[in-house]
């Protein structure tokens, strides 16, 4: 009779923690390295609160923002191990993983404006790059926006010239590497996290990013100058453990991939809104005096950039360029 009650107690056990097994949510950690009051920030959380309730809590979504989990360079290979889930790196942090392709983003004027981005990524070149993601154990499945570019330094720049001997903290790209060349400026590859110590010690002289992610890492603090170039942009792939994403049940990757497609729309949305309220806030501090360049400025700094189109082409492909270029340009609205 014991035995009988031990048998049952140990059957009744295993069963309990069997059913709690089946109810222990799937997590999945989604790291990524700016502040949470941003465009990718907001989304990220965005995605967390419809992706918890379109799927009845079977998911639980664990957002890890700044830079917290992983920095630029280890987060791509988390991903690939399957120690994290998801990510949106910028399209300039995929050089280093083998897939050259994105940095085509990076060139210099290629993107005259948002719906010209628009065209690319939501079009058949826009597919054709996230297939890229494949063969290496990720899943592409959204392009998120942050904004354009602009530069900035301790002293005013203007023109080409005074781009001379700087030295610019630069993302993990090829491309942006030739653009500060090009310039005569000397570019130094550094996690985003950072780049406000570095500007601050003077490791280096200049950055290049968003109002949004100059302000919130209080860049603008350090910079006395910013310069309105709006001459790139930083946009974002999102992307998942292949594997990862393959192996979860069909209906539960059916409402995750719903709650991405609205949190995509809710990113994108905010996108241009966050940007141009970082730069207010970063005009009203004072602390960095903002500076307007001129349209002869501007041709003289298109037309210095120039060549760095046929220095990367081997690279990122001459065709991939030519094919981004006929979507883009000319494009107004
Ligand atoms: C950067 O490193 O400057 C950006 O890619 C950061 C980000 O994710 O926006």
Same mark, same amino acid.
């Given at each position: 009779?014991?035995?009988?009650?031990?048998?049952?107690?140990?059957?009744?056990?295993?069963?309990?923690?069997? !059913?709690?097994?089946?109810?222990?949510?799937?997590?999945?950690?989604?790291?990524?390295?700016?502040?949470?009051? +941003?465009?990718?920030?907001?989304?990220?959380?965005?995605?967390?609160?419809?992706?918890?309730?379109?799927?009845?809590?079977?998911?639980? $979504?664990?957002?890890?923002?700044?830079?917290?989990?992983?920095?630029?360079?280890?987060?791509?290979?988390?991903?690939?191990?399957? *120690?994290?889930?998801?990510?949106?790196?910028? #399209?300039?942090?995929?050089?280093? $993983?083998?897939?050259?392709?994105?940095?085509?983003? &990076?060139?210099?004027?290629?993107?005259? #404006?948002?719906?010209?981005?628009?065209?690319? +990524? &939501?079009?058949?070149?826009?597919?054709?790059?996230?297939?890229?993601?494949?063969?290496?154990?990720?899943?592409?499945? *959204?392009?998120? &926006?942050?904004?354009?570019?602009?530069? !900035?330094?301790?002293?005013?720049? #203007?023109?080409?010239?005074?781009?001379?001997?700087?030295?610019?903290? $630069?993302?993990?790209?090829?491309?942006?590497?030739?653009?500060?060349?090009?310039?005569?400026?000397?570019?130094?590859?550094? *996690?985003? !996290?950072?780049?406000?110590?570095?500007?601050?010690?003077?490791?280096?002289?200049?950055?290049? #990013?968003?109002?949004?992610?100059?302000?919130? %890492?209080?860049?603008?603090?350090?910079?006395?100058?910013?310069?309105?170039?709006?001459?790139?942009?930083?946009?974002?792939?999102?992307?998942?453990?292949?594997?990862?994403?393959? &192996?979860?049940?069909?209906?539960?990757?059916?409402?995750?991939?719903?709650?991405?497609?609205?949190?995509?729309?809710?990113?994108?949305?905010?996108?241009?809104?966050?940007?141009?309220?970082?730069?207010?806030?970063?005009?009203?501090?004072?602390? +960095?005096?903002?500076?307007?360049?001129?349209?002869?400025? +501007?041709?003289?700094?298109?037309?210095?950039?120039?060549?760095?189109?046929?220095?990367?082409?081997?690279?990122?492909?001459?065709?991939?360029?030519?094919?981004?270029?006929?979507?883009? %340009?000319?494009?107004?609205?």
């Amino acid at each position: 009779m014991k035995r009988l009650i031990v048998a049952l107690a140990a059957a009744g056990l295993i069963a309990a923690v069997g !059913s709690a097994q089946a109810q222990a949510p799937i997590v999945l950690k989604f790291s990524h390295v700016v502040a949470p009051n +941003t465009p990718k920030g907001k989304g990220a959380e965005k995605f967390k609160e419809l992706g918890e309730k379109y799927t009845n809590g079977k998911v639980k $979504i664990e957002v890890y923002a700044n830079s917290s989990l992983y920095k630029d360079k280890e987060e791509l290979e988390a991903l690939q191990l399957g *120690a994290v889930q998801m990510l949106a790196p910028s #399209n300039s942090k995929f050089g280093p $993983i083998g897939i050259k392709e994105f940095e085509v983003f &990076d060139l210099p004027y290629i993107l005259p #404006n948002k719906p010209a981005l628009r065209k690319v +990524t &939501d079009g058949p070149i826009g597919d054709r790059l996230l297939k890229l993601l494949d063969a290496k154990g990720m899943t592409g499945l *959204a392009y998120w &926006d942050n904004g354009f570019k602009q530069m !900035s330094a301790n002293k005013p720049l #203007n023109v080409p010239d005074d781009y001379k001997g700087l030295k610019f903290r $630069i993302q993990s790209s090829k491309v942006l590497e030739a653009q500060f060349r090009t310039l005569g400026a000397i570019p130094q590859v550094m *996690a985003f !996290s950072e780049v406000y110590q570095a500007l601050q010690t003077g490791v280096v002289d200049g950055q290049e #990013n968003t109002p949004s992610n100059m302000y919130t %890492q209080k860049m603008h603090e350090v910079q006395k100058f910013t310069t309105l170039t709006n001459h790139g942009y930083i946009g974002y792939v999102v992307v998942v453990n292949k594997k990862f994403w393959d &192996d979860l049940p069909a209906d539960i990757r059916g409402q995750l991939t719903k709650a991405m497609k609205e949190a995509t729309a809710y990113s994108n949305g905010i996108s241009e809104t966050e940007n141009a309220e970082a730069l207010d806030d970063m005009k009203k501090s004072g602390k +960095t005096q903002i500076i307007i360049p001129t349209a002869a400025q +501007t041709a003289a700094m298109r037309k210095a950039m120039e060549p760095v189109y046929a220095d990367v082409s081997a690279r990122v492909g001459k065709k991939l360029i030519d094919e981004v270029l006929k979507e883009t %340009q000319g494009v107004t609205h």
